[in-house]
Every structure is written in structure tokens, then in C-alpha cells.
């Protein structure tokens, strides 16, 4: 799913060990405030689970507009079901202005069927 939403609170970023495999993992979770309609608006607590994706999360703060895209999903474990919202992407709500470029300017060419001076 993809939607606007706005930083609430950013958690320290967890490493964990796999007890199957016993190899490294880390996530990282915040917590964005979305706004569906002016009256409607809802947390959602995103787990970033890719290194590359925590590394992202460094240039955002608290308080800013961002774009997110990610996915919720349950699983059953010992008849006991868990939800997930798992973070895929993020990207800023307003892309930095960059200064505003001037046209070229391209003067008018002169020909000698038209001339320069106009009679009004």
C-alpha cells in the first residue's frame, strides 16, 4: 500500500541473532501518523527489516512528510496469530526545490525581406 503519512516516532534500530541459523539480522521501527481524510487519521507502526532501508531512515526526523510503501501481514504461530506492518520503501513528500532555471533567449532572426523599423 502506498500512502503520505508523518513521522511520529522513530525507535533505535535492534540487531538480533537467528537461533536456527545463528546469523545477524536487523530491524528498525517507526511509527508514522496517517491521514486518510481530515477527520480520519490512524498510527502505524512500520518495521524497516533491510539494512539498506535502515540506513535511509537516518535522514528522516521526527515531524517530516514522507511517502512510504509497505505491506501488512498476519502469520500463525502456536494458534496464535501475528500482524505485521513491514516497511518497503520510503521517499520524501516534497521533492527539494532545486532553483529555477531561466529560459534561453533566442532573439528573432533578421531577414532582409522584413525590416527592422515598423511604420506604428
Known amino acids: 500500500m502506498k500512502t503520505k503519512a508523518i513521522i511520529s516516532k522513530m525507535l533505535p534500530k535492534t540487531t538480533y541473532t537467528s537461533q536456527h541459523t545463528g546469523r545477524e539480522f536487523s530491524k528498525r521501527t517507526i511509527v508514522v501518523d496517517v491521514y486518510e481524510t481530515m477527520s ?3 498510527k502505524l507502526a512500520l518495521v524497516a527489516p533491510f539494512d539498506d532501508l ?3 531512515l ?3 526526523k521526527v515531524g517530516d512528510e514522507v511517502l512510504i510503501d509497505y505491506r501488512v501481514s498476519s502469520r500463525e504461530w502456536n494458534d496464535r496469530w501475528f500482524t505485521e506492518a513491514t516497511l518497503y520503501k520510503i521517499a520524501p513528500a516534497i521533492a527539494p526545490k532545486e532553483p529555477a ?5 533566442v532573439e528573432p532572426k533578421k531577414t532582409e525581406e522584413a525590416p527592422d523599423d515598423l511604420p506604428f
Open 101 to 105: 532555471k531561466e529560459p534561453a533567449k
Open 58 to 60: 537516518d535522514a528522516y
Open 54 to 56: 535502515i540506513a535511509q
Open 40 to 42: 480520519t487519521m490512524y
